[in-house]
């Protein structure tokens, strides 16, 4: 397994990045980073494109928890893929994945390498490019409200003539709204979402 896969450890119920062969076991390091953990190779798998995102989701805002200003990373942050940094390996890396995966038509791959490249952009290089941008004619910057809590809601699009349009009403965590879809899933069989993120943002004087 290539170091760096995302990987589902049923034991922990976590995705992780797979690092190394410890021994009997497998080291993983939880995305965004931290403290990394062994898992039993026979029962780890590769992690769904729904587990890989939501592990980001949940990464992005264990940081906005911790202080940083980086809104949380969601599914719209997709519509602009970000730029690697010239001269980084890791950027480089990654942009060579995700013009492979171009090239190879694999959509999902390709949303891979976006969130990987996304993330390392803010760890390494400090975030500056979507979460903390120098307005050009105003001497402001554009941040998050932190008084606000930023809300996650999903709509389900499930139907054929038309759309279900059960919705989980604005939650606070992904999680909550991944706990509606469940249970509306379990009692319609209803599987097809919409799922949109708000936040607040302010300009502030430098
Ligand atoms: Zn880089
Ligand atoms: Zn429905």
Redesign the pocket.
Known sequence: MEPGTLVYDPQTRKVGEYQDRAGPYVMLRPVGGGREWQADPARIRAATREERLSAGVRAANDRSREGFVTPPLTEADADRPPVPVPGCATCEELATRREEARAAFDPSAETDANVLLRQHRRREHGGAPTGHRIFRYVPYTIVQDASAQPEYQAY?V??DEAD???SSGPCQAPGEVEEWQRR?TQE?W?TRYRRSFADYAVFERP
């Open positions: 389900c499930s139907g279900c349009g059960a509306h319609t209803h």
